[in-house]
T-cell receptor, first 114, second 115 residues
């Protein structure tokens, strides 16, 4: 099973601050995803990334959010000006590609916005 | 749009009891179906999957059969263990109308197994 690490594991920030969440897949994959899970709620899709560009994004993924692969390995999610409601667990997922392929999730970053 | 509906939890069972967690879906195309498990304090792990109608996914004693006629993918296990206590998520991936293979999750069902 492909290994995916995420950093930091926990982050506490003040409202209005910028945060960058990082995902490091250990193997080469084609598709990258960010999901979030607000405490006690379902896991929600944020954005998918393929061939160095966004392939799909949800309504949640507004102008405050951005993603990139700055060095071809790390995959980052940036929130420019955090809001209280951004507090959640953020999961990165990787996939080789194809409808039948499994998405492998990282352990998540717990973000708390005060 | 596509959606997944799971039975409400929590589900509390005694060890060695039979488990069923219901999952139904709505999809416009021919989705792949998944069960993910989330143990306390951890991320999501794939438990099993099925990619076409009548396929049965199985892993660690858990099973689920892709039923197109009833649009269901119920999770079952014949004899649960305390270590199965976790939150279980049903999910689908359907690229019929989408440009990516994003997963759509159900709300999750918490399982608590007592010794």
């Amino acid at each position: 099973e492909p290994e995916v690490t995420q950093t930091p594991s926990h982050q506490v920030t003040q409202m209005g601050q910028e945060v960058i969440l990082r995902c490091v897949p250990i193997s080469n994959h084609l598709y990258f995803y960010w999901y979030r899970q607000i405490l006690g709620q379902k896991v929600e899709f944020l954005v998918s990334f393929y061939n160095n560009e966004i392939s799909e994004k949800s309504e949640i993924f507004d102008d405050q959010f951005s993603v990139e692969r700055p060095d071809g390995s790390n995959f980052t999610l940036k929130i420019r000006s955090t809001k209280l409601e951004d507090s959640a667990m953020y999961f990165c997922a990787i996939q080789q590609g194809g409808l039948q392929e499994t998405q492998y999730f990282g352990p998540g970053t717990r973000l708390l916005v005060l | 749009g596509n959606s997944v509906t799971q039975m409400e939890g929590p589900v509390t069972l005694s060890e060695e009891a039979f488990l069923t967690i219901n999952c139904t879906y709505t999809a416009t195309g021919y989705p792949s179906l998944f069960w993910y498990v989330q143990y306390p304090g951890e991320g999501l792990q794939l438990l099993l999957k099925a990619t076409k109608a009548d396929d049965k996914g199985s892993n660690k004693g858990f099973e689920a059969t892709y039923r197109k006629e009833t649009t269901s993918f119920h999770l079952e296990k014949g004899s649960v263990q305390v270590s199965d206590s976790a939150v279980y998520f049903c999910a689908l991936s359907d690229s019929w109308m989408d440009s990516s293979y994003k997963l759509i999750f159900g709300s999750g069902t918490r399982l608590l197994v007592r010794p």
